[in-house]
């Protein structure tokens, strides 16, 4: 027999009750398997592509894109999605670029939304660690990661370099948060903006602002990019957005969609609802018309919506039986 066996086996378990907090371990028969819920975006084709309907709780999303892609529109419209079922939605403004109309038009409850101003990338990660401990916040957006100044910068003067302080930040305060994350109700996106990587000759000329450290503790990464304008005429009313999961640790990753915008106010749930009407036979095209239960009710694309539009009997039959559809298949995912 070796000299390592004559000693005295210890029960694992035993030993570690002694020394640390029942918390802290668990028999991994002991995890229960439980659905990740989401906070729907407010739109069908978003919250189809995340696999999990939405914004997940508990997690850590990035959405980030080019300049006037969507990004912003996709945060409040999932806020005024929040407070529609009743939770409490915090926006951390450090670009102080909040538009109150554009927030009003799409439908975000100005008098129950909370609006904090931090001066510098620390006090934000202090705030947002405070309101995730409440245990009263369900949604946090921060607008946006690069205006997280550090504070060294924000004390430093303009001659002085401070290379890499803002991935700094990024790291220490994610890292900062991610346990309390596990253990809350509450959902938070960081909007990110895209730059030009500097002598960047291979591979991606993009990046992200603030470091890998986003990259690195976001469950589910959202990219956004203009794809085309929308015109009415000669005007441009809107613009179509290509939006990708670029990272899903809760469902299949790199699904993409297309959505439409609209200068003033936001997304066409509406279009949503009749792209997925059609796509799921609940509308049937014959030639130019359409029929909805055998019943002809529009030549071309237009007149269908215009008539749907017009009666909010048949547009609710229609909605409810599409987003019957839209529920089923995420349940059968």
């Not at 592509?49 to 999932?78: D, H, R």
């Not at 705030?127 to 946006?144: A, F, H, P």
């Not at 018309?289 to 048949?314: A, H, M, S, V």
Request: hydrophobic content about 40%; charged content about 25%; overall charge neutral.
């Amino acid at each position: 027999m070796k000299e390592n066996d004559k000693l005295e086996k210890l029960d694992p378990i035993a030993t570690l009750e002694a020394k640390f907090a029942k918390s802290t371990y668990f028999i991994a028969d002991e995890i229960k398997n439980e659905k990740v819920s989401a906070i729907s975006t407010g739109s069908i084709h978003i919250d189809q592509i995340t696999g999990i309907n939405g914004i997940p709780v508990g997690k850590i999303t990035e959405i980030y894109g080019n300049e006037s892609s969507g990004k912003t529109t996709i945060a409040l419209q999932t806020i005024a999605e929040c407070q529609k079922k009743g939770g409490t939605a915090v926006l951390l403004d450090l670009e102080g670029s909040f538009d109150l109309n554009y927030a009003k038009s799409l439908k975000v409850d100005l008098t129950k939304l909370i609006i904090t101003q931090p001066q510098t990338g620390e006090q934000a990660f202090d705030m947002i660690e405070t309101l995730i401990k409440t245990n009263s916040i369900d949604l946090i957006v921060v607008d946006s990661v690069a205006a997280m100044i550090p504070e060294s910068e924000y004390q430093a003067n303009m001659s002085e370099a401070l290379m890499g302080a803002h991935a700094r930040l990024m790291s220490k305060g994610l890292r900062k948060i991610q346990p309390l994350m596990n253990k809350s109700q509450t959902a938070i996106i960081f909007i990110n903006q895209l730059r030009e990587k500097i002598n960047a000759f291979f591979g991606n000329p993009e990046m992200t602002t603030g470091g890998k450290a986003l990259k690195f503790y976001a469950s589910l990464r959202i990219e956004t990019r203009k794809a085309d304008l929308i015109k009415e005429g000669i005007n441009k009313i809107g613009i179509k957005t290509k939006v990708t999961t670029v990272k899903n640790k809760l469902a299949p990753p790199l699904q993409t969609c297309f959505i439409d915008v609209f200068f003033g106010h936001g997304f066409d749930y509406d279009n949503e609802i009749i792209d997925f009407a059609i796509q799921y036979g609940i509308l049937k095209k014959n030639g130019s018309w359409f029929y909805f239960d055998d019943n002809k009710i529009g030549q071309g694309r237009e007149q269908l919506k215009n008539t749907l539009l017009k009666n909010n009997e048949l547009f609710t039959q229609v909605s409810e039986k599409t987003l019957a559809f839209v529920n089923n298949e995420k349940i059968n995912q």
